[in-house]
């Protein structure tokens, strides 16, 4: 096995001894002293920071210096309408096989900062990104440059009702952003920042490109507040799966739709025909079209013991309808909560159904989602 | 009344021939915090080394071993409402299940106090 790499934050959370374990091929914070439960909590109640640096980060852009070129590029690749971004504007969407299967899934940004309002910013999953970024360069037509920053940029997210009077003091610009747009600006004099207004724990918050030498200096700024702690992968997961957030490798795969998956919300209107001109196009229109398929659903067992990933879900009659995908237990929630695939006649809420948990069936029940409700900026 | 510790953390406080059985402190920090707590049924016949109970925490679901075999005989019933009592006692309000013991020569495997804080210092 090859040495794990290591985000330029390593030596802090060595500091703030953290629980380290393997992820993605990184050596990442699992836990704080604090424990996932209260970094949960904290996070949910006043601002929780993490450091997601181990995702990948590139830029696109056409040679001709057109927005229009690259986004119809990046258009072959993703079910989201890229064309119609405005600078600033973050969509989430995925990359597809020719199946329709998900590679992975992704934010893309265009830049809103004056003069590179061309270019598209993507941040990808760490587990997939040297796949995506093969993927980019196999199939961009000539013209197009990929820009990959894992070698200049980090990233780090601050999530939590308190994250927007926290960044406001170092920039007030980022106060009157709205959910999915970003900002290119200076947090300190010689500091300058893309900053969006996203994440994926279902709080209001901000995710933070800054490069290599600076992100130390900005997490310690940031963790200077009293509101502030920094939040493991622990509790990454208990937020997202809470907010309802689909985990690659585990709620969504290639063997997953986006339809499938629950995702139609992040195809637009004009982008779900078989003739819509991406890969997977034909599937994500058939599976619209198709009531048969399995979908990606809310969970919600009864009593207080988690049901794991790769739980059996049964109906009441005891046949196989599916398996839980993501599943534990949530802190906000204040007990178990799940997500997983079922039979298409299975997915309305309130359908009972039960849950194989070491042998035993226990009752539980489909549920929307999220779990914990979206606290989204909107303006 | 004297203890004894297994490899996997969990302690046996015998008293004649009955035994009480929970996890260490140790390992319930390691855990972390608990939410769920799944015991056996009263008359349950285990193996020692036998999956006993079933201790979960926000990301992990762990086994709780039989130190020794025998019947179980009572559960703490309290942590079905007050998982995080393993968090808080796990030496002693945080136990969770009395056992009758089957054969007390299997508790000369155990480790005694001195031997098990060795072994933690260890890892």
Redesign the interface.
């Given at each position: 096995m090859s040495e794990l790499l290591k985000t330029k934050l390593h030596a802090k959370h060595a500091a703030l001894g953290a629980k380290m374990v393997p992820f993605a091929g990184y050596d990442m914070p699992?836990?704080y002293p604090m424990?996932?439960?209260?970094e949960?909590l904290h996070t949910r109640e006043k601002a929780g920071l993490f450091d997601v640096s181990h995702m990948g980060q590139c830029f696109i852009f056409a040679d001709d210096g057109t927005f229009e070129t690259a986004a119809k590029a990046l258009e072959k690749l993703v079910p989201a309408d890229i064309q119609s971004l405005k600078p600033g504007q973050i969509r989430y969407s995925q990359f597809l096989n020719d199946e329709g299967g998900i590679l992975d899934d992704l934010m893309i940004t265009r830049l809103g900062f004056e003069g590179h309002t061309h270019k598209l910013y993507l941040v990808v999953n760490a587990g997939c990104k040297a796949d995506d970024f093969m993927h980019l360069a196999t199939y961009m037509p000539p013209g197009i440059t990929i820009d990959v920053a894992d070698d200049t940029l980090s990233l780090i997210a601050l999530q939590g009702p308190k994250a927007v009077d926290l960044l406001s003091q170092f920039n007030p610009a980022v106060k009157d952003m709205v959910f999915m747009t970003s900002l290119d600006i200076p947090l300190t004099p010689t500091m300058w920042c893309h900053v969006s207004r996203s994440g994926y724990t279902g709080e209001d918050g901000y995710e933070i490109s800054v490069k290599h030498e600076d992100v130390a200096e900005l997490t310690n700024m940031l963790l200077a507040h009293d509101d502030v702690e920094m939040i493991g992968l622990?509790?990454r997961?208990?937020l997202r799966l809470e907010a309802g957030l689909c985990l690659y490798g585990h709620d969504i795969d290639t063997s997953v739709s986006p339809i499938e998956a629950g995702l139609f919300w992040s195809i637009q209107k004009h982008r779900r025909s078989a003739d819509a001109g991406y890969k997977g196009a034909a599937r994500v229109a058939s599976d619209i079209a198709d009531k048969t398929t399995k979908r990606l659903v809310g969970i919600q067992p009864e009593g207080?013991?988690?049901a794991?990933e790769h739980t059996e879900i049964q109906d009441l009659d005891g046949n196989t309808i599916g398996e839980i995908t993501s599943g534990?237990?949530g802190?906000t929630a204040g007990g178990?909560v799940a997500m997983g695939f079922v039979a298409r006649k299975f997915t309305k809420a309130g359908t009972p159904i039960q849950l194989i948990v070491?042998g035993k069936p226990r009752a539980a029940k489909v549920v929307k989602m999220p779990f914990a409700p979206h606290r989204y900026y909107r303006g | 009344m004297s203890v004894y510790f297994t490899e996997d953390h969990e302690w046996i406080k015998v008293d004649g021939d009955t035994g009480i059985v929970g996890i260490s402190p140790y390992a319930a920090k390691q855990l972390g915090d608990v939410v769920y707590v799944e015991l056996p049924e009263i008359g349950r016949e285990v193996g020692k080394g036998d999956e006993a109970a079933v201790v979960e925490s926000v990301k992990a679901a762990s086994e709780v071993y039989a130190p020794v075999g025998g019947e179980v005989i009572e559960v703490n019933e309290k942590l079905e409402d007050a998982p995080e009592t393993v968090n808080a006692s796990a030496d002693d309000e945080g136990w969770f299940l009395k056992m009758k013991i089957a054969d007390a020569s299997e508790l000369e495997s155990l480790m005694d106090e001195a031997a098990y804080k060795t072994y933690c210092d260890g890892l």
């Open positions: 699992v836990q424990g996932v439960m209260k949960h622990g509790a997961d208990s207080r013991a988690p794991r534990g237990f802190p178990p070491r | -």
